[in-house]
């Protein structure tokens, strides 16, 4: 190792000189992460293959405008450089996330090399050269050393956006090219055509950028580290900026942060009225903010709106006046990929004008200026475009377009923009990820191993195990199992979960995939699965008469109180005997005539001794699901209200119907056995990881949102008690109409708006008394019962895989992850999750409205449904339609 040292003679701010050192160390052996290496460097992680034609290294300026062209996992063999990587480190956090994300992904070729810690890649800065010159030495000695360190065995291509640095460099070392990167994709990919298409879009934003006007539209943003100090000595407010979607030019608002901050005036938010005060900040981006005197405090606008409103009206009024603040800095940029549209051609912009304000699908986005010359081509599509910068010297944003989505108003086009506007990349599993699933034909079915048989406890012959679940569903998660034990004091409840972490190791291709979805995204006329199909639809799925694999938590209760003598978790082997829907399970439940498919071969007589054995242990998990809601109430769980609406669609996927989801009793069986499953499973795992275990919590709501709620049931003449989730359970209990039942349904719908999202957590990130489940009235939870389609459950089988084996008493177990690293994991799922809901909520809307579309009011009854007034405005009513 090499110590040298850096000098630098720096001036305060008060005149005075300063002689600053900096330590820097070099090493001989620094990892290179070939495959072709001939040193024997510690090249731990991923390595890139020796099979390609050659690998690229990218320049600094090449990585700070063109990354995004980067991550497409068509260029292979990309070694990114310390010094890129630092340059991109000083475009903002965001980006340089991006980065380090995009190295840690084994699914791209592409590493990042220490080229400044390496003794004989490393050049020191010479007297008279620019940094930026400095930074282009750097990176083409990285590539020569690569070359000479690889043994020539592989070329090495730089890419660059300097011409001068072409013709500097390019014949200086025969085997390390040097080319501009366009050239390089024409050349290498030539039929990678979104690459092309991306890269003239950002080559001609940037142009556009430099010839900007100078003058000042808004304020600057204040310093890094003046924002700080505000916020730490209270002078500033900070949040994630949500801009309203029905008056999105006007009012947006801001969260404090500070959960200590005792401002009574700042619990219901800040408001930023106005797009000067908004200061450049676009929608979920966390800023700060500068509270303004009490005397320009503003309210809420009460009139209602019908699509975007652009200034206020005289006649418009206002909420009582709220804290109204301006944004003084950006700390974290959130933006994405948005989709637009182009104005209509009627519009002041002149068509011969490269120059186009694209109009965001999401209203509360600002518009977009690109540069484009396809603006009368593209007139009905809808495209994909990014922000690229927002100088204090424009209106709007800069941007460029990505692709082309499609035309605007077809099926697809529509689907797709759901999906990009709630940033859901769902593209095909790769043949690398299938090839980790275990083998499986019509020919040769897969079956048990007989080594896991030794390992688990078999259920199949013992236990009469069936699962509950919609209609066609294929991704069965979960199957239950009751049964009176002998003695006739206690009977046995069993709730049996897929078991895919058997299927799916931690770090795997297919884990890091099912990681990245979080979920199984459910739209109104397809699903795109979490897990490759062979796992979700077959071998995990706990389909009827095949052995599966599965976990399972094993109650004994009193038969009369049902508490717990004994709670037994572990590894099982299952066989369901009977794979029942909601509606064929009620039917049975209600004593009428239904068919079970899996008894329509037998004999009558034993037909019906299995059909009585299958009714009584309905009637028992029933009996059973009972007791345990009852448990519940008495602690305050709430009943809540929403309208569920599925579109029923015919072979071309047309919507036929909207059909109301139909409540059933054996929804709330299945429903509370899996909450005690997920209940216990979340005690067992805190009590081994107490500060890494992953749960749910679910906050209470903030009071200030149940005033409407409070207001409507006053009006009928009912009191409705907010203190506590008890209280508010009994109120909405005793707030009953006989006359009229929808009443206390509007009430518990309007509950359910005031509610706050459950989320999950890292036990060593709350405070235990802030582990509480509001509305299910438990201290512990968890998501346990659905691996297949939500990622923290696979999370939570490993957890509780490993506190059983530190119970046991085998070697030190450590949880999956640490505290921070589960937080983080958390966060990422409840913004997936977020995200999904999202996108079913404005799926099932998209064909609501393609359903009405092409239905006459005057002539189709289903037009016409009836409503509830609730609440009054100046100009409107809102109402509540039960359908």
């Known amino acids: 190792m090499i110590k040298t040292e850096k000098i630098l003679h720096l001036k305060s701010y008060r005149g005075r000189r300063v002689r600053v050192v900096r330590e820097h160390y070099l090493r001989e052996r620094v990892p290179c992460f070939s495959s072709l290496c001939q040193a024997a460097c510690a090249n731990d992680g991923k390595v890139l293959p020796g099979d390609l034609t050659h690998y690229v290294v990218p320049g600094v300026e090449v990585v700070v405008n063109f990354l995004e062209i980067l991550e497409?996992?068509?260029?292979?063999?990309?070694?990114?450089?310390?010094?890129?990587?630092?340059?991109?480190?000083?475009?903002?956090?965001?980006?340089?996330?991006?980065?380090?994300?995009?190295?840690k992904d084994p699914r791209h070729d592409c590493v990042l090399f220490a080229n400044e810690f390496q003794e004989h890649s490393y050049r020191p800065r010479e007297k008279g050269e620019s940094h930026e010159q400095w930074q282009t030495r750097c990176v083409y000695e990285a590539a020569v050393w690569y070359y000479n360190h690889l043994a020539g065995m592989m070329s090495i291509v730089m890419v660059t956006e300097d011409e001068d640095v072409v013709s500097r460099f390019s014949n200086l070392n025969s085997g390390v090219f040097v080319v501009t990167f366009k050239d390089y994709l024409q050349n290498f990919w030539p039929d990678l055509q979104a690459a092309h298409e991306l890269y003239g879009s950002i080559s001609q934003a940037l142009q556009e950028k430099e010839s900007e006007d100078t003058q000042k539209e808004f304020s600057e943003h204040l310093p890094t580290e003046v924002l700080a100090a505000g916020i730490k000595s209270g002078r500033y407010i900070q949040g994630i900026l949500n801009v309203s979607k029905h008056r999105a030019q006007n009012e947006a608002f801001v969260v404090n942060d500070d959960i200590s901050n005792k401002n009574s005036d700042l619990i219901g938010g800040v408001l930023v009225y106005g797009v000067r005060n908004r200061n450049r900040a676009v929608h979920g981006d966390s800023v700060v903010l500068e509270l303004l005197p009490r005397s320009e405090w503003r309210g809420k606008v009460t009139a209602l709106t019908e699509g975007p409103v652009d200034e206020r009206t005289g006649g418009?009024?206002?909420?009582?006046?709220?804290?109204?603040?301006?944004?003084?800095?950006?700390?974290?940029?959130n933006w994405r990929d948005y989709v637009v549209t182009f104005p209509p051609r009627e519009g002041t912009q002149s068509r011969n004008s490269q120059r186009i304000l694209v109009i965001p699908w999401d209203r509360r986005i600002p518009k977009i200026r690109i540069s484009t010359q396809q603006a009368d081509v593209l007139q009905d599509h809808r495209v994909v475009v990014r922000i690229d910068s927002w100088e204090s010297t424009s209106l709007y944003p800069s941007g460029h377009s990505v692709r082309v989505l499609g035309r605007a108003g077809e099926l697809e086009t529509e689907v797709q923009t759901i999906l990009i506007e709630n940033c859901i990349h769902v593209p095909p599993f790769s043949e690398a990820q299938l090839r980790e699933?275990?083998?499986?034909?019509?020919?040769?079915?897969?079956?048990?191993?007989?080594?896991?048989?030794?390992?688990?406890?078999?259920?199949?012959?013992?236990?009469?195990?069936?699962?509950?679940?919609?209609?066609?569903?294929?991704?069965?998660?979960?199957?239950?199992?009751?049964?009176?034990?002998?003695?006739?004091?206690?009977?046995?409840?069993?709730?049996?979960?897929?078991?895919?972490?058997?299927?799916?190791?931690?770090?795997?291709?297919?884990?890091?995939?099912?990681?990245?979805?979080?979920?199984?995204?459910?739209?109104a006329d397809r699903r795109y699965d979490m897990l490759p199909a062979v796992l979700s639809a077959d071998l995990c799925s706990l389909l009827g008469g095949v052995d599966r694999y599965a976990m399972s938590v094993l109650w004994e209760l009193d038969v009369q109180t049902m508490a717990v003598a004994k709670v037994w978790f572990g590894r099982t082997l299952i066989r369901s005997s009977y794979q029942l829907h909601y509606e064929l399970a009620q039917a049975l439940l209600n004593g009428e005539e239904a068919e079970v498919p899996e008894l329509a071969q037998l004999a009558s007589e034993e037909r019906d001794g299995k059909l009585a054995e299958l009714v009584e242990a309905l009637e028992t998990l029933t009996h059973v699901a009972r007791h345990l809601r009852a448990q519940r109430d008495c602690g305050g769980a709430l009943e809540l209200e929403g309208v569920e609406v599925r579109a029923q669609?015919?072979?071309?996927?047309?919507?036929?119907?909207?059909?109301?989801?139909?409540?059933?009793?054996?929804?709330?069986?299945?429903?509370?056995?899996?909450?005690?499953a997920n209940h216990w499973v979340a005690r067992k795992i805190q009590e081994v990881f107490p500060y890494q275990a992953l749960l749910r919590r679910h906050p209470p709501p903030r009071q200030e949102l149940f005033g409407q709620l409070v207001d409507t049931a006053q009006a009928r003449g009912f009191s409705i008690d907010t203190s506590t989730n008890k209280a508010l359970a009994d109120s909405l209990n005793r707030a009953v109409d006989p006359r009229d039942p929808l009443v206390n349904r509007l009430l518990r719908m309007m509950a359910t708006q005031a509610m706050s999202q459950a989320v999950y957590f890292s036990t060593g990130s709350?405070?235990?008394?802030?582990?509480?489940?509001?509305?299910?009235?438990?201290?512990?939870?968890?998501?346990?019962?659905?691996?297949?389609?939500?990622?923290?459950?696979?999370?939570?089988?490993?957890?509780?895989?490993?506190?059983?084996?530190?119970?046991?008493?085998?070697?030190?177990?450590?949880?999956?992850?640490?505290?921070?690293?589960?937080?983080?994991?958390?966060?990422?799922?409840?913004?997936?999750?977020?995200?999904?809901?999202?996108?079913?909520?404005l799926s099932i809307g998209l064909f609501q409205c393609l359903f009405f579309k092409e239905r006459d009011p005057e002539t189709d009854p289903r037009c016409v449904a009836g409503a509830v007034i609730y609440s009054i405005r100046d100009n409107g009513v809102l109402v509540f339609v039960p359908e």
Request: proline share 5%.
């Open 316 to 333: 418009d009024s206002e909420s009582k006046p709220m804290p109204t603040g301006r944004v003084v800095g950006v700390l974290q940029r």
């Open 72 to 103: 497409f996992r068509e260029l292979q063999g990309v070694i990114f450089t310390q010094t890129a990587c630092q340059a991109l480190q000083s475009k903002g956090r965001r980006c340089y996330s991006r980065l380090r994300n995009l190295v």
């Open 766 to 841: 709350e405070p235990e008394d802030q582990f509480f489940h509001y509305g299910l009235a438990l201290d512990r939870y968890t998501h346990f019962t659905s691996p297949i389609r939500r990622y923290a459950d696979m999370v939570v089988h490993r957890l509780l895989t490993a506190a059983l084996a530190a119970e046991q008493g085998a070697e030190p177990v450590e949880a999956p992850a640490g505290n921070k690293e589960m937080e983080e994991l958390a966060e990422h799922i409840n913004n997936k999750n977020r995200a999904a809901q999202r996108a079913q909520n």
């Open 649 to 676: 669609l015919d072979e071309k996927r047309n919507i036929t119907a909207l059909v109301p989801r139909q409540p059933l009793e054996v929804h709330e069986t299945v429903a509370e056995c899996m909450i005690y």
């Open 437 to 523: 699933m275990p083998s499986t034909s019509a020919t040769k079915p897969w079956t048990v191993d007989p080594v896991q048989v030794s390992k688990r406890r078999d259920l199949r012959e013992t236990h009469l195990v069936f699962s509950i679940d919609p209609r066609g569903c294929e991704d069965v998660d979960d199957t239950l199992s009751v049964r009176r034990l002998p003695g006739g004091s206690l009977l046995e409840l069993g709730v049996h979960i897929a078991d895919v972490t058997h299927f799916v190791s931690e770090g795997s291709l297919t884990d890091l995939e099912a990681r990245s979805r979080a979920t199984t995204y459910y739209l």
